[in-house]
């Protein structure tokens, strides 16, 4: 499974309330999470994440268990989230909503804003700008099926078809 996209970087530590703000937690369709994904540092950050993946530093997603956190990067259309380390709840809400979450100690020191990034979930193997070769930790077992499947519900709707 390869994930591609524009680089749009981040620091470490980046909380679920800086994800999707509280005051936005009353509404639960994707679309309108989405237009308000990480409004607190960029207002505008919805309208150039499509088609990007997300970098960052250490303890991505930390703070509250929110699932709509995971959501709202989905939905925005940000591909994948490539992250020194992350906060486990997150981590797992993101699988489970089909976002592929790569951990990737050292990431942030390798890319730059903009750069190209080509990552091969199953084996781990990330390319930036078509150039240099960095290894991720893969995604394997249940989580990878998951994945696969676009997330945790429509995993468990196939499993039912046996």
């Not at 530590?13 to 005051?23: F, G, L, Q, S, Y």
């Not at 960052?56 to 259309?77: H, L, Y």
């Not at 709840?89 to 990737?104: D, M």
Request: aromatic fraction near 8%; hydrophobic fraction near 45%; include cysteine.
């Amino acid at each position: 499974m390869i994930v591609e996209g524009r680089v749009i970087k981040l620091g470490d530590k980046i909380d679920t309330d800086v994800i999707i703000p509280a005051k936005h937690l009353k509404y639960t369709n994707p679309e309108y999470l989405a237009q308000h994904v990480f409004e607190p540092i960029d207002p505008e950050f919805y309208k150039k994440a499509r088609g990007a993946v997300i970098v960052a530093g250490k303890v991505f997603g930390m703070g509250s268990s929110r699932e709509q956190a995971a959501i709202a990067i989905k939905a925005a259309g940000i591909r994948a989230v490539v992250a020194e380390s992350f906060a486990r709840i997150f981590y797992r809400n993101a699988i489970n909503n089909g976002l592929p979450v790569i951990i990737c100690p050292g990431i942030s020191r390798e890319v730059a804003e903009g750069d190209w990034l080509r990552i091969n979930i199953e084996t781990g193997e990330a390319v930036i700008n078509n150039v240099k070769k960095v290894m991720c930790k893969p995604i394997t077992g249940m989580a990878l099926e998951i994945l696969k499947a676009g997330g945790l519900l429509e995993y468990l709707k196939k499993l039912k078809n046996y």
